[in-house]
């Protein structure tokens, strides 16, 4: 499944055990391939090295970061002619999931999450984008 992991799933990926955490599982697996754009996987970096400065988990978290930047595909972005969510920081991950024809953006984000379906991608919190993966 294509897909595009906002950063705060990426942060809860590399600095937690959870749903973040088993995201980055299935795309370890090949049952989700992520795609960022440079402004995309720049914010990740940024925001994951600051919370792993600030809470410094006990595992190699930086470790974890690197390997989902090592494997995440990159996009050019999509124009998307004006502005569609509330806060302007989101509509990169918008632009990466249109120019990678992603099936899905997920995050915890409610001002995206509030968009629904926009081009047609559904935006999902991580626990309904690993159920889309193993229905039932």
Known sequence: MRVVFDANVVVAGVC???DG??????MARRQ????GT??????????????????????NASARLD???DNVRRVEPSPLGKR?????????????????????LVTYDHDLLELGKPFGIPIVRPARFLAMLHPG
């Open 32 to 35: 989700a391939f992520a795609y």
């Open 38 to 59: 440079v402004a995309t996987l720049e914010e990740t970096r940024e925001t994951a090295v600051r919370v792993i400065r600030e809470r410094q988990p006990t595992h």
């Open 67 to 69: 390997w989902y930047l």
């Open 21 to 26: 955490w088993l995201c980055l599982i299935r």
């Open 84 to 104: 569609r969510s509330r806060d302007e920081r989101d509509d990169p991950y918008l632009a990466a999931a249109l120019a990678a024809s992603a099936q899905v």
């Open 16 to 18: 937690w055990q959870g």
